[in-house]
């Protein structure tokens, strides 16, 4: 009895598995081909919660609203314009964070969703993102804590090890909203991105009233693979239309994996590619020269489900993306360092954020603290 009700449930698992993904299949073809959005079906709400967890309910809204039945037009409209708001308030703070980084003379790169909005995709509301990401140079470190920690921001203990001086990003929060301040792209002991190119091949752009830089699309589109690659591909499938933009012809996916394989970062990048060209067939079909990473098909498979992975194929999925086994055994060492320093951080000596980025208190460092230097 108990292994049929097992089996039963697997059964059940599978089939829940295989129609979310027809789900998602339909609504990319309806981006690639928008007078397809008609056949969506407004009464299945498994559609819409397949739509919203992929976070493709504004841009269908933008892309497909003449075309969609009125219920799933009116739904996605609504949608669209709680994310417009959103983007605004995040690029009003990202506005003044980049202004008091200037201020404290550092170089800043604005990264992933407020770029790609006017990047990619050029109308308002289109791309949701949650939080503001910023890159500054490794050496700024310090002065870049100081000129948040002035606008009021508080730091996080987002993860292990993000007071050491040589992790790669440190996560701050202010009244709802998050800043992700990088330091490097991804963990430095994952792979080995040249940062002067980063920085020398940055291009201008805009958000809002204030001159920006964002990265290079070559480089944009490496760092979305492996940003991806770190959430073991179980991402939301805006995140493929966003590579199909960054790449939008087989010469730029070329020129990215030849860029890749020398950064060490390959296999993300080849993953992502055949996942995005899988679902976006328009796109796929121009990827031919494209060559698939020997464990991307197995991601292929199991893409589509808006339940999370098991913790076992997280873990499977991190271990085969790295180019080599130096590279895997060198990031495992260094995390394993600072899981047990967390343990005692947390445990025993309990010190705050604050206190472990030494960070001097708030009211003396707004006060005492010139713009621009390190406290």
Request: glycine share 4%.
């Amino acid at each position: 009895m108990t292994l049929s009700v097992e089996h039963g449930l697997l059964v059940g698992r599978v089939a829940t598995i295989l129609s979310e993904r027809e789900h998602l299949v339909a609504l990319l073809a309806a981006l690639e081909d928008p007078p397809r959005a008609a056949g969506l079906a407004p009464e299945d709400p498994l559609l819409v919660t397949v739509a919203r967890h992929h976070r493709l309910t504004p841009l269908l809204s933008a892309t497909c609203g003449e075309t969609l039945p009125v219920r799933l037009a009116e739904t996605f409209r609504r949608d669209r314009l709680v994310t417009a708001a959103r983007n605004m308030v995040l690029g009003q703070v990202a506005e003044a964070c980049l202004r008091a980084l200037t201020d404290a003379g550092v170089r800043t790169i604005v990264l992933k969703g407020l770029d790609y909005e006017t990047r990619l995709y050029r109308v308002a509301g289109a791309r949701p993102t949650s939080d503001v990401d910023l890159l500054v140079p490794a050496e700024k470190r310090r002065a870049a804590f100081a000129a948040l920690d002035r606008l009021g921001f508080e730091p996080r203990a987002a993860a292990p090890g993000f007071d050491d001086p040589d992790y790669h990003e440190v996560a701050w929060t202010r009244q709802g909203v998050e800043i992700d301040l990088h330091m490097a792209l991804a963990p430095l002991a994952r792979c080995r991105i040249d940062y002067s190119a980063v920085w020398a091949e940055a291009q201008s752009s805009r958000v809002g009233q204030t001159d920006i830089l964002v990265l290079a699309p070559t480089h944009a589109a490496i760092f979305h693979s492996l940003h991806m690659a770190i959430d073991h591909f179980d991402v939301p499938a805006i995140y493929l239309v966003d590579l199909a933009r960054l790449l939008p012809s087989a010469e730029d996916a070329t020129r990215a994996d030849a860029l890749a394989g020398t950064w060490h970062c390959r296999r993300p990048l080849r993953t992502a590619i055949l996942l995005a060209a899988s679902f976006l067939t328009r796109w796929g079909a121009a990827r031919s020269a494209a060559t698939p990473y020997l464990f991307s098909r197995r991601v292929v498979r199991s893409y589509g489900s808006t339940t999370p992975l098991p913790r076992a194929e997280q873990l499977f999925r991190k271990l085969v993306h790295f180019d080599t086994e130096a590279d895997a055994l060198r990031y495992f060492i260094v995390q394993s360092r600072r899981n047990l320093r967390e343990i005692v951080e947390r445990r025993v000596r309990k010190r705050s954020a604050r206190e472990r980025l030494a960070l001097n208190d708030r009211r003396s460092s707004r006060q005492d603290v010139p713009p621009g230097r390190t406290p």
